[in-house]
């Protein structure tokens, strides 16, 4: 079965630009897209199709996808950016999850 | 706006069966395909199954293969999880979730709130 891998966690300073990766087999042939879910709240779709943003979510969150690693990178990142992050892929008729990064700010 | 709301959960026995609903709304339910997601306590997220817009084609995760099938009625504007023979690794909650597009199997664009499945004796 396919496996997305990613860090466990991730330290950034306010301000500063966070990168967060997710890897797999041939991601790049994929699309991946990325969640953010903060404590007791349900996930929200941050980035689809490698790089695009659904309305609503700022423009510091930016994503790209090639070779075995799609990355998820929040410019100027803000404290109300602290959450856990999970990127996703379909294959073979199946939605996989990475395990998710816990994103410190 | 797109509102989706879970219910059904609750505590329940090893090897017994449950029903999990999605009331869906805000938006055309019939031309969107739906998925169950699932989050045990303190870890990540896990697929379930996604079913097409018109219940054509379904598919389940490995893990649940076999015990839970997910099913809609859009007349009702009902997305549905049949849970049998349910187990402690079960225990999660359960998310549905609408895709973002119609026509796609993902990404899921929009989440409900989450119901707490518990099995336990």
């Known amino acids: 079965s396919y496996e997305l891998t990613q860090p466990p966690s991730v330290s950034v300073s306010p301000g500063q630009t966070a990168s967060i990766t997710c890897s797999g087999d041939k991601l790049g042939d994929r699309y991946a897209s990325w969640y953010q879910q903060k404590p007791g709240q349900s996930p929200i779709l941050v980035i689809y199709r490698d790089t695009k943003r659904p309305s609503g979510i700022p423009e510091r969150f930016s994503g790209s996808n090639s070779g075995n690693t799609a990355t998820l990178t929040i410019g100027a990142t803000q404290a109300v950016d602290e959450a856990d992050y999970y990127c996703?892929?379909?294959?073979?008729?199946?939605?996989?999850f990475g395990g998710g990064t816990k994103l410190t700010v | 706006q797109v509102r989706l709301v879970e219910s059904g959960g609750g505590v329940v026995q090893p090897g017994t069966s449950q029903r999990l609903s999605c009331a869906a709304s805000?938006?055309?339910?019939?031309?969107?395909?739906m998925h169950w997601v699932r989050q045990a306590p303190g870890k990540g997220l896990e697929w379930v199954a996604v079913i097409a817009f018109d219940g054509s084609n379904k598919y389940h995760a490995d893990s649940v293969k076999g015990r839970f099938t997910i099913s809609r009625d859009n007349s009702k504007n009902t997305l549905y999880l049949q849970m049998n023979n349910l187990s402690p690794d079960d225990t999660a909650v359960y998310y549905c979730?609408?895709?973002?597009?119609?026509?796609?199997?993902?990404?899921?664009?929009?989440w409900g709130q989450g119901t707490l499945v518990t099995v336990s004796s």
């Open positions: 805000g938006f055309s339910f019939s031309t969107y395909g």
């Open positions: 979730a609408k895709v973002l597009v119609d026509g796609d199997w993902v990404p899921f664009g929009s």
């Open positions: 996703q892929a379909w294959a073979s008729s199946t939605a996989v």
